[in-house]
């Protein structure tokens, strides 16, 4: 049996043990609750240790966010889960915590393949929904400031934007289609740094009424 096999196989009982993450976070702002990345690591460690599995993120330099990769090791081999980036909403050291937490937290929920035990909303916090209209929270990042924009093909290759008006330019191009299987995947994939484009422009502006189309083109299928 090869290596990746036995590895996979050591996956799949881990992930038979692993139960839901609870939400054990809450955001009184927007009073919302989400699963800390403490909870996260509790959640899916000792499943893994206990079949022989190690796990391991690695941080790589990304302009503009951080970007983590998820990484599992055991029984002579070793898998990969993709890098996920996580733009940073402010340019200093308190932003970049919070997209390095953020990343860290949905790259192990997404590799481990599990969920909270109701839809965390961490995400969500980036725009109060009140469907059919999605609403952006108040606090705004200026176009006209550097800010980059970031999108995972899905051939894995990552294309940025400096600006909201270039980077609907990339979505226009990779998400043409929303019955698509490869265009749902792009979106699903990069649904996060969509969101905190959103959130970067002023309602009602017109980058912002375009990404709340695409946003419901996807969310609505």
């Known amino acids: ?19 839901h993450v609870v939400q054990d976070g809450n955001n009184p702002f ?33 302009v503009g966010g951080a970007c983590i990769e998820t990484m599992f090791y055991g029984h002579g081999g070793k898998l990969t889960t993709g890098k ?16 390095l937490t953020y990343a860290k ?4 929920l997404m590799a481990c393949g599990v969920a909270t035990k109701k839809e965390d909303d961490d995400a969500e ?11 952006a929270v108040s606090k705004k990042v200026e176009e006209d400031k550097k800010y980059v924009y970031a999108f995972q093909k899905t051939d894995g290759e990552s294309v940025n934007a ?16 929303p019955s698509n299987v490869l265009h749902k995947k792009a979106y ?9 484009a959103l959130e970067s422009t002023n309602r009602g502006d017109d980058n912002h009424t375009k990404l709340e189309k695409v946003i419901s083109l996807y969310e609505d299928e």
């Open 1 to 19: 049996m090869k290596t990746t096999d036995s590895l996979i196989n050591a996956l799949i009982k881990a992930q038979q043990e692993i139960n």
């Open 30 to 62: 927007f009073k919302s609750e989400y699963a800390t990345l403490k909870e996260v690591i509790d959640s899916v460690k000792k499943p893994l240790n206990d079949n022989g599995i190690y796990l391991q993120q690695e941080s790589y330099d990304h």
């Open 84 to 99: 996920v980036f996580i733009p940073s909403s402010k340019q200093d050291p308190q932003g970049y915590g919070s997209a």
């Open 105 to 108: 937290r949905y790259s192990l």
């Open 125 to 135: 916090s980036a725009m109060q929904r009140n469907k059919p209209a999605i609403k």
């Open 162 to 177: 400096n600006t909201v008006h270039e980077y609907l330019d990339i979505l226009r191009d990779n998400l043409k289609d």
């Open 188 to 196: 699903t994939n990069n649904r996060d740094n969509i969101l905190v």
